[in-house]
């Protein structure tokens, strides 16, 4: 499993997410090769944060079939090496 600082334009990863869910749990994977990795402020305000924002590391990658997609990382999300 690689961290967040092990991430790198170029490589190519597979990204599994849990959706936490009161009937049960949903997992989701998607395959790509990363374009970035940023951590980004959203709208949602949050107290003693950088600017007063929520920031969330998110991923962008670019799928086999070429969509890109922009994923959330979150304390469910791991990432290898695909």
């Known amino acids: 499993m690689l961290t967040l600082d092990d991430l790198k334009p170029g490589l190519r990863v597979r990204v599994r997410q849990k ?9 989701t994977e998607v395959t790509g090769t990363i374009a970035s990795v940023e951590l980004q402020k959203t709208g949602s305000w949050f107290a003693h944060s950088k600017d007063n924002r929520l920031w969330l ?8 079939d070429g969509e890109e ?3 959330v990382c979150d304390q469910w999300t791991t990432v290898e090496p695909a």
Request: aromatic share 10%.
């Open 69 to 71: 997609t922009v994923l």
């Open 57 to 64: 590391q998110r991923i962008r990658l670019v799928r086999d």
């Open 19 to 27: 959706i936490d869910r009161r009937e049960g749990d949903w997992w």
